[in-house]
């Protein structure tokens, strides 16, 4: 049996504030924990309050346990110099449900685009690395449903595997909604499967 990957690492919280300086520009570099795009959508529109005066508002994002959905934005900077270098250290971190943008203050002298490209990436790569990078489990969800007299044959289970209980009701039939990282789950659901009297559902 293959070993999938079950796991994923994304940022705890928003970055601090990072600066990198070039010939007069500034490019001021930020990283948020994000799950969806009306989220990624809300930071920018804050960033731009904040920065009004700012030129550009470069950004890249990577969403999906399996780092499936991503997106890179220039701004109006020539082509690919500003968010593909972003990007491209969204996947040097290896990170995702991240949103990492780099606010541009133009200083009057123009980089060209191999200066642009090194600019967009180093207060990317400023902004990742004063992040606290943390590795999370790709959990799945199941409901167990049974009668109160197997509830401490459930509940041991629970307890010797180390799942996670997100959800219960517990009157007479009782209902239980628990987390199984991915690699245990096959196995887990076995275990419930087997005994008599308890339903175990995938969510």
Not at 66 to 89: F, L, T, V
Not at 119 to 131: I, N, R
Request: with cysteine; aromatic share 10%.
């Amino acid at each position: 049996m293959t070993v999938q990957k079950d796991t994923f690492k994304t940022i705890a919280k928003p970055s601090p504030e990072v600066l990198f300086k070039d010939r007069g520009s500034k490019f001021i570099g930020y990283a948020f924990p994000v799950t969806s795009e009306e989220e990624i959508k809300e930071h920018l529109r804050q960033l731009k309050k904040q920065h009004h005066n700012a030129r550009h508002w470069c950004y890249a994002w990577q969403l999906g346990e399996q780092y499936e959905k991503y997106r890179a934005n220039d701004d109006g900077e020539p082509s690919n110099s500003a968010g593909m270098p972003i990007y491209g250290q969204l996947q040097s971190f290896d990170v995702t449900r991240i949103l990492v943008v780099v606010v541009r203050y133009f200083g009057g002298t123009k980089l060209g685009v191999g200066g642009l490209i090194q600019a967009y990436k180093t207060a990317a790569q400023f902004a990742l690395e004063a992040s606290m990078i943390v590795e999370r489990t790709i959990d799945d969800d199941f409901l167990l449903r049974f009668d109160y007299p197997e509830m401490n044959t459930v509940m041991r289970i629970i307890k010797d595997e180390d799942l996670t209980i997100k959800h219960q009701k517990m009157e007479m039939d009782c209902e239980i909604t628990i987390s199984i990282r991915k690699n245990n789950s096959e196995r887990i659901y076995q275990v419930f499967e087997n005994i008599y009297k308890v339903n175990i559902k995938k969510l």
